[in-house]
């Protein structure tokens, strides 16, 4: 292993220096980022414990109910782990310069594979740790008995041991799909895959939604519940293995819990020595064979979404028509991209089609009103992880090949300009159909569905405007992984502001509408007079914030060297 040696102490004295580059960032941005990190960390916190001091009004079936709550929390982080771990995986191995640079160097496949096994494990587990320290400390606070000393650290690392088995079975699922699969058809595999989850996941839904908690006397809806969940305490599931050795630490039986630690860690290197011996006979062959000549197909493909694009934005320049037709060819070829698309709307359908299945009393419009309000917030909030995820890195990804761009005979606004209406565009025709899905399935009127269609242009405009200005902010054009560049500063700023952006228009524009909408019986005239002046607020707000950020962008752009 003296070669994975080499390569992982030069990626650590990279990463150091990249540490000392943080003294030459902006203070102001630093404590931003820091302030703003720590406020969120402390209101999952203050989630988590009022959610624990809520199951532990059920005397009696408190120790019942949080076996149950960790079961079904772990089982669902283990699946999207091991869904996001094999398409970050597939990324860092066969879409990756630095791959290819190492597999020519006299270094063994297997550690080529550990060293990206271990960068993407880093990368991706990282919101997993994020969320455990608050959600252990909010069950170690809430606890009746309390817990003992050696509870917290103890769970801390039960997590750490824990995210190499989904890390690792999501390497095997990605290495064994390039190497099988036809390259053609790697992609409506993986779709399959990915509605298959999301399938999976609406059956779990209509499966569990009928329970509706009743503590006094509710020894049937107890039964219930715990019926309906049988499947997430499966005694073979690593994240059953996980709920028992938290559970085991806070009751102080520490050796029970040493024990589901030692099972934990045992399957976590079993399963990572499996994907090494793998990546032995099957990396080099699997990477070749996803480099290969791609079907005549694609180019006919191409050619049919040029001329969509060319129809369609008909208003348009040529230039920003030609870079509308390129990004949309280059999202579509990446399927790490619009995989993860489909996935983070995917599931937000999935809720809203099952909006009524939720134990509400929907004749009451207070509740369908409150309901709609946060179907609004949860959808710009994907929103935004959506702009953070694809569009802050898009500039940043052209990479050395920009100086192509500096040549051609189009100006740098125009540039900009075509990755804005990419985002814009694209993310207006999701969001909106999102919104009027929410507002279908809860028989809001037209003028509810009108507004809020409204409300989601002026957002989408400044949240593309956002991501677009920030990436050409702050760009990084020596990486070509795009979740390094999101975790960089300007990505983690671009999502602050992103979430801020937000938080001010449904809550000083969304929040009063919906008042308005409520009292809406009482004076008419007011309800219109009122709805028409939020909704010119919400769209000269979003046109200010797209102007200066993409104003703040084009400065910094138009003055780089490439």
């Known amino acids: 292993m003296s070669d994975l040696r080499i390569i992982l102490r030069a990626r650590l004295r990279a990463l150091l220096n990249s540490i000392k580059t943080i003294r030459q960032q902006s203070r102001l941005k630093i ?22 001091f809520y199951i532990y009004k059920a005397p009696g079936f408190e120790n019942l109910l949080v ?22 995986i597939y990324s860092s191995l066969y879409r990756s310069s630095e791959v290819e640079f190492l597999l020519s160097l006299p270094v063994k496949e297997s550690s080529v594979f550990l060293y990206k096994y271990v960068e993407t494990l880093v990368y991706s587990s990282w919101a997993f740790a994020y969320l455990a320290v608050p959600i252990i400390l909010a069950f170690g606070y809430t606890a009746t008995l309390g817990v003992p000393w050696y509870f917290y650290p103890a769970a801390m690392l039960m997590f750490a041991v824990f995210v190499a088995i989904p890390a690792a079975a999501g390497s095997l699922i990605s290495m064994l799909l390039v190497t099988i699969v036809p390259r053609s058809r790697i992609k409506v595999l993986m779709t399959v895959g990915g509605m ?6 609406l059956i779990s839904i209509k499966y569990v939604s009928g329970f509706t908690p009743r503590f006094a006397g509710g020894y049937s809806e107890i039964g219930k519940v715990v019926g309906k969940v049988a499947f997430a305490q499966n005694p073979f599931l690593p994240s059953a293995w996980l709920s028992k050795g938290v559970i085991f630490l806070s009751r102080s039986e520490p050796r029970e819990a040493f024990f589901y630690l030692l099972v934990i860690l045992a399957n976590s290197l079993f399963m990572t020595a499996v994907a090494q011996a793998t990546s032995r006979g099957i990396l080099w062959r699997s990477f070749s064979k996803s480099h290969s000549s791609a079907s005549r197909r694609t180019h006919v493909k191409a050619e049919i979404l040029t ?63 409150s309901v709609s309000l946060l179907n609004l917030a949860a959808t710009c909030l994907v929103l935004s992880t959506f702009t953070g995820r694809f569009i802050f890195p898009l500039l940043s990804l052209e990479g050395k090949k920009f100086w192509v761009l500096g040549l051609a005979p189009i100006k740098r606004r125009q540039i900009l300009l075509g990755k804005f209406f990419f985002a814009f565009f694209g993310s207006l025709a999701v969001s909106e159909a999102l919104i009027l899905l929410s507002d279908l399935m809860l028989d809001f009127p037209l003028t509810m569905w009108l507004g809020h269609a409204v409300l989601v242009l002026a957002i989408c405009s400044g949240l593309s405007a956002i991501s677009v200005g920030l990436g050409a902010r702050y760009p990084n054009l020596k990486e070509d992984n795009p979740s390094k560049i999101v975790a960089g500063f300007g990505g983690t700023l671009n999502l602050i502001v992103s979430m801020l952006y937000i938080a001010i228009m449904v809550a000083f524009i969304g929040l009063p509408y919906h008042v308005a909408f409520s009292n809406r019986l009482a004076d008419s005239l007011f309800y219109y007079r009122t709805i028409v002046g939020y909704l010119g607020l919400s769209l000269l707000v979003g046109a200010v914030v797209s102007v200066f950020f993409l104003n703040l962008g084009r400065t910094k752009f138009e003055q780089m060297e490439f």
Do not use: C
């Open 196 to 201: 298959l989850l999301l399938a999976a996941v």
């Open 307 to 369: 001329w969509l694009v060319h129809k369609a934005f008909f208003f348009m320049p040529l230039e920003i028509r030609l870079f509308l037709a390129k990004d949309l060819k280059t999202f579509f070829r990446d399927i790490t991209q619009w995989l993860q698309f489909v996935m983070f709307f995917g599931v937000l359908a999935i809720y809203i089609l099952n909006i009524r299945t939720l134990p509400y009393d929907w004749g009451a419009d207070r509740a369908r009103n």
């Open 31 to 52: 404590a931003f980022i820091t302030i703003f990190a720590v406020a969120f960390w402390a209101g999952l916190f203050l989630g988590f414990r009022d959610a624990f």
């Open 67 to 88: 076996g149950i709550v960790f079961n079904v929390f772990f089982l669902s982080l283990l699946i999207m782990l091991v869904f996001s771990n094999a398409v970050l």
